[in-house]
């Protein structure tokens, strides 16, 4: 039973695979591992550590501990790629109103790894103080500053392609820790060299994300005062980018953007392991329920969860298995294994998974610097496709089988930007300036 799009996907091929085990949000709600309760709690977490975290990080004063992104209209891109995918015929989908999300821009980490890395870390030590008689839940957590000698006891560690370990690393040196980040080759270097400057311990690798991981993880072990953030298994991670909907909720409420049966919402998220797009579908599911349409974005080389999910193998398969690099200038989602986690939860979730060459990345970015003046990694530039998966003849047949095409004129797309203000400008322009074929 050969499925097609397991078959391009293969072949390095830009394909577009729906998820046929989704479900009415009803029955898909009884199959997950997190409840809205586990979300909320999430929420409360991240504002109770929201004073301290304004005493640690200056920028972090102004919105008082709080890291969230704006969300804003890209009309000018939107009308550029809607003309570049004809989405303005007659009996096709029609032209909607696009957002972007700009986790790119969250403060402390510069990408959406600021949400699920930095809750991890936030969970961690709220268990350490709590432990240790140091801190009720009703105290001003700003206290915690106190306590750098504490925590400089413990050592935190995780594995990464970068964006998980600026994240992780700087929150845990900002906290006190001992931190340790074991980059794989993926990684560039002033990722590892912006972790030395804030005091974090850097360990590289010649091999991919998951052999950083392995070995990562087996080092941790050895040590009792070690604590590893498992990106492939964590239910915190998850629940770190969970709590993204709740906020998101608001924003599109401010802006008088309803969602709803008759106002669909589409979010095109940029997937890696998993873990922070499945953990911001599965928020937004909770939220809008069968309103919200999630698409994940691979690129060609690493269609990691494609694979995965279309498969029904989850991290049991790699993409090396099917002689597949693993390689791309998107280094963010250069992960060649899904995590089970992730890959469990969304089989009744998510909508759909669409795969993109490594030249479009870098397209879609210089096309946003022009369009829009907004920039962002080649990582977070995946999301764009989805546009472009919708309007076609497979995004266009769902669209309709769905009762959506009549619904298009009235829908919100998302593009969740995950990643890049961080980016020296060298490496902005050496991006802008790089054409593939
Ligand atoms: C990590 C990352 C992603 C994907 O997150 P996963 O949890 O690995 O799926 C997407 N974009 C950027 C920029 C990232 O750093």
Redesign the pocket.
């Known amino acids: 039973m050969a499925i097609p799009e397991v078959e391009e996907a293969a072949a390095a091929k830009e394909t577009f695979w729906l998820n046929p085990d989704r479900l009415p949000f009803d029955q898909a709600e009884k199959e997950l591992s997190f409840t809205m309760e586990d979300i909320l709690d999430a929420q409360r977490r991240i504002r109770r550590f929201a004073p301290f975290l304004a005493a640690c990080f200056p920028e972090l004063e102004e919105s008082a501990g709080i890291i969230e992104s704006p969300l804003q209209d890209i009309p000018a891109m939107a009308d550029s790629l809607w003309k570049d995918w004809g989405m303005t015929g007659q009996d096709g989908i029609q032209k909607g109103r696009v957002l972007i999300k700009l986790d790119s821009e969250l403060a402390v980490a510069g990408?959406?790894?600021a949400r699920?890395g930095i809750y991890e870390v936030l969970k961690v030590t709220e268990e350490l103080a709590f432990r240790a008689g140091i801190l009720k839940e009703t105290d001003d957590y700003s206290r915690l500053k106190e306590y750098r000698e504490f925590f400089s006891g413990y050592t935190i560690q995780v594995g990464s392609?970068?964006?998980?370990g600026l994240s992780i690393g700087i929150m845990s040196a900002a906290i006190g820790y001992r931190a340790v980040v074991h980059m794989s080759a993926d990684a560039r270097q002033w990722k590892k060299d912006l972790l030395r400057s804030k005091g974090v311990i850097v360990k590289e690798y010649e091999g991919d994300y998951g052999e950083a991981v392995a070995e990562g993880r087996a080092l941790s072990d050895k040590e009792e005062t070690s604590y590893f953030v498992d990106?492939e298994h964590s239910s915190r991670?998850f629940l770190g980018?969970a709590a993204a909907a709740l906020h998101l909720r608001k924003q599109l409420e401010e802006k008088g953007i309803p969602v709803d049966c008759d106002h669909p919402l589409f979010v095109y998220l940029?997937?890696?392991?998993?873990?922070?797009?499945?953990g911001i579908t599965l928020g937004l599911k909770y939220v809008f329920r069968d309103a919200v349409h999630c698409f994940f974005a691979e690129p060609v080389q690493c269609p990691c969860m494609l694979l995965g999910m279309a498969a029904g193998e989850g991290e049991r398969i790699s993409v090396q298995d099917l002689g597949l690099t693993g390689r791309t200038i998107a280094d963010?989602?250069a992960?060649g294994r899904p995590?089970g986690l992730?890959a469990g939860n969304m089989k009744p979730l998510l909508d759909g998974i669409y795969t993109v060459k490594d030249s479009y990345f870098l397209d879609w970015m210089r096309r946003l610097k022009e369009t829009e003046g907004i920039v962002m990694?080649p990582?977070?530039c995946a999301a764009f496709g989805g546009l472009r998966a919708l309007a076609g003849k497979k995004g266009t047949a769902y669209c309709r089988e769905q009762g959506l095409l009549e619904k298009s004129a009235r829908a919100t797309h998302i593009v969740w930007a995950?990643?890049?203000s961080l980016m020296p400008e060298d490496v902005r322009e050496e991006y802008l300036q790089t054409h593939l074929q």
């Open positions: 990408s959406v790894k699920g392609t970068g964006n998980l990106d991670l980018y940029p997937c890696g392991v998993g873990g922070a797009p499945g963010g989602l992960v995590s992730a990694e990582s977070a995950t990643g890049g």
